[in-house]
């Protein structure tokens, strides 16, 4: 479990993290949104014990990262894909990693593989490498220990479409069986489809935070058939709202169950059915850092998005050590 409690940074005149507080459970996804210079890079490194706070705290699991014994085992980290060494192979990097962790030589040949890089491709020197296989390599080195937590600044910058679902689906597991995930990224879209609970950050300060559902509303579902007029009908008449989606054929106010199990009932052909974002989160995004661009405040009146502690939430044990 990470925890933030009135963290704050000040760099003389700067004040970049200003009584930051929002949690992780064990299960989750925490989405951490912001604009460039928000204070979420800061944040993450007083978590990970690589800058230190002016006042308040950071901790994983109870504890300050710098006191936790063999923290890579505990908490994989991934803040700067670019950080390697770049005369080094990847297969070379895991490996010293690995080294210092005390793990066998093949863990790392596990991982290349989980994270797609191919024996050629590990042999190459990082310095060759696209920023998509950096930030492969960032999340083989994150996940090389076993961790509990992931900590991960802005993972998919640089992945293509195959990429950035491959993230997702690795990230989503992970969650799944226990694990925390606190996320950054600029990707609005990505969060709404892999977050449980999202934070937004403007000027150093939580602007908003809570359960993705009451924050962005619960995604829909995008669906194409070879007759959208019937299927339209036959929604309706199921008591499911729809209309046309920007992107073509139907959005659907509903889970991509409930629109396939109405579909198969009047034997309608789909040829695409996925969820889809809401929407909402992209525009709660744009008027809270715009109030926040403009001043302090804590947002915009009328917009009724709470920024209190992230309240207890049913999490899952880990089997491993922090939660």
């Not at 000040?10 to 210079?37: E, K, M």
């Not at 009908?233 to 629109?259: N, Q």
Request: with cysteine; net charge neutral.
């Amino acid at each position: 479990m990470i925890v933030v409690d009135r963290l704050t940074k000040r760099y003389r005149n700067l004040l970049a993290v200003d009584d930051v507080s929002f949690s992780c459970h064990p299960g989750q996804v925490v989405g951490f949104l912001g604009p460039n210079g928000a204070g979420k890079s800061t944040t993450l490194r007083i978590l990970t014990g690589l800058t230190p706070p002016s006042a308040g705290t950071a901790t994983i699991g109870g504890y300050l990262y710098r006191d936790i014994p063999n923290p890579a085992v505990q908490v994989g980290t991934l803040l700067d894909a670019s950080a390697f060494h770049s005369g080094r192979s990847a297969r070379e990097t895991l490996r010293l990693s690995g080294q210092i962790m005390g793990l066998p030589p093949e863990r790392a040949d596990q991982l290349l593989d989980l994270v797609g890089l191919t024996p050629g491709e590990s042999r190459r020197r990082v310095a060759n490498y696209s920023l998509g296989m950096r930030q492969r390599l960032g999340v083989a080195n994150a996940l090389l220990g076993d961790p509990s937590v992931l900590i991960l600044d802005e993972p998919v910058n640089g992945l293509d479409p195959a990429g950035i679902h491959w993230m997702r689906g690795v990230l989503r597991g992970f969650a799944d069986a226990g694990g925390t995930v606190l996320l950054s990224s600029h990707l609005l879209h990505e969060i709404e489809l892999i977050a449980d609970y999202i934070v937004v950050i403007g000027q150093g300060r939580v602007m908003a935070q809570g359960p993705k559902e009451s924050l962005a509303g619960v995604p829909g579902s995008q669906v194409r058939s070879t007759d959208d007029a019937a299927l339209v009908s036959a929604l309706a008449a199921a008591g499911l709202r729809c209309r046309p989606s920007t992107e073509g054929g139907v959005y659907v106010e509903s889970s991509t169950e409930e629109v396939g199990a109405v579909a198969a009932a009047s034997a309608i052909v789909l040829t695409e059915l996925r969820s889809a974002g809401t929407g909402n989160l992209e525009r709660m995004y744009l008027q809270l850092t715009a109030g926040a661009q403009r001043g302090p405040a804590a947002g915009p009146p009328g917009v009724p998005y709470p920024a209190g502690p992230n309240p207890p939430g049913p999490g899952m044990g880990h089997p491993r050590g922090v939660a």
